[in-house]
């Protein structure tokens, strides 16, 4: 039996006629770049998220490139985010126009602490950028209170983290959601990420009303009215075929990431006191949405090797830390300087996670890895 790392072809399935209508809607309306459609699922989202803001855009890399725009950066403001991420968190850093400041990671979540950034701290840090690596959040309220103190702001990249929550980063005891907890947060739609699009794209939340309303003039050349342009901006519009695909699927979010969860609970059952290998950690106070199941694994690319040998599909996220990227060299980035980060490139391995996986295909997984170790 061949297991497939991802297979989106399920879901459409068993929501095809929802869809098709959907996509129906909108070629029939014949508007097809914001209007109704766009503002129905910003407003759903935003009810979700229990943020007054929700402004989509054209992908996960402009939800976090136009609230960092909206700040206006000045030459040497610094960024701090994570060497273990998606390319896209250090891309939109970059091109808003600030100097990315790569941090370590936690070895048991993969995420930034208050301790790993206030490592890299400098009296130019203007904003920090958490990302709650494959559906886990970060934790916000230490790095919220660390940011409040020295006068920074906290953008989360919550591209892989849409429906997780955590306690206590609000008021006391509260659940808070990713991508609400922090000034602002991003999301992207990306087909693969938890609630998929059907192609590109994105949506920026946030509570503070000023910055909402300056990402909404960004994202259509930096005016609200036809042919005033207060600041340069950009075209980064969600599209209504995406907003109606998005919409449909929203309500059976948080029946997706059940699943999820359940599927990362039998591989802890099935994989467990095995030697070589190391199980994802759930820390206290938190809800894993496992867009990613990923292991740290000795040898990990004959692993791989093998799985591929008996048809498992798995990925690796990340294989390079940002700051050894060659397009980054001039920021001075040195082997060992973040060690846990270089560590977890070498080390992860993402196992198939997808809600309608199945046991019986668990299982193939489960006894193919320890085939490789035993
Ligand atoms: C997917 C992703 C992005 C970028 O989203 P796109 O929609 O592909 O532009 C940014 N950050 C992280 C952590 C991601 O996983």
């Given at each position: 039996m061949s297991v497939p790392f991802l297979d989106l072809g399920v879901q459409y399935e068993a929501l095809r006629a929802e869809l098709d209508d959907a996509v129906a809607r909108v070629v029939e309306s014949q508007r097809f770049i914001l209007g109704a459609e766009v503002d129905a699922f910003e407003e759903a989202i935003a009810a979700y998220l229990g943020v007054p803001h929700a402004i989509g855009c054209a992908s996960g890399t402009d939800a976090l490139l136009l609230p960092l725009r909206a700040l206006d950066p000045r030459p040497d403001d610094e960024v701090i985010l994570p060497?273990?991420?998606?390319f896209a968190t250090a891309g939109a850093v970059w091109n808003a126009g600030f100097r990315p400041v790569f941090c370590d990671v936690d070895s048991a979540t993969f995420n930034v602490t208050a301790g790993t950034v206030s490592a890299v701290?400098?009296?130019?840090?203007r904003v920090i950028v958490p990302v709650h690596l494959f559906g886990q959040m970060a934790p916000m309220q230490e790095l919220n209170e660390l940011a409040r103190d020295r006068g920074a702001l906290v953008l989360e990249d919550a591209a892989q983290s849409l429906g997780a929550r955590q306690r206590?980063?609000?008021?006391?005891g509260t659940w808070v959601m990713a991508g609400a907890a922090g000034d602002a947060g991003a999301f992207s739609f990306?087909?693969?990420?938890?609630?998929?699009?059907y192609g590109d794209a994105g949506l920026t939340a946030t509570s503070d009303d000023e910055l909402a309303e300056r990402i909404r003039k960004l994202r259509v050349h930096?005016?609200?009215?036809?042919?005033?342009?207060?600041m340069v901006g950009t075209n980064s519009r969600l599209d209504a075929l995406q907003a109606a695909v998005l919409r449909t699927k929203l309500p059976h979010l948080d029946t997706w990431a059940t699943a999820r969860g359940e599927n990362a609970c039998r591989y802890h059952g099935l994989l467990s006191g095995l030697d070589g290998i190391v199980l994802p950690e759930t820390l206290d106070g938190n809800v894993h949405v496992y867009n990613q199941y990923t292991i740290r694994a000795e040898r990990r690319d004959d692993l791989r090797a093998h799985l591929e040998r008996r048809n498992v599909g798995t990925g690796v996220?990340?294989?390079?830390?940002l700051h050894l990227q060659e397009c980054f060299s001039e920021l001075g980035g040195k082997r060992g300087q973040l060690p846990e980060a270089e560590r977890a490139c070498e080390e992860v391995l993402s196992l198939p996670i997808f809600p309608e996986l199945g046991e019986e295909r668990q299982q193939v997984v489960s006894e193919a890895i320890r085939e490789f170790y035993e």
């Open positions: 060497a273990f991420t998606f701290w400098s009296e130019r840090t206590g980063a609000g008021d006391e990306f087909p693969t990420k938890n609630l998929g699009a930096g005016g609200r009215q036809m042919y005033r342009h207060e996220y990340y294989p390079v830390p």
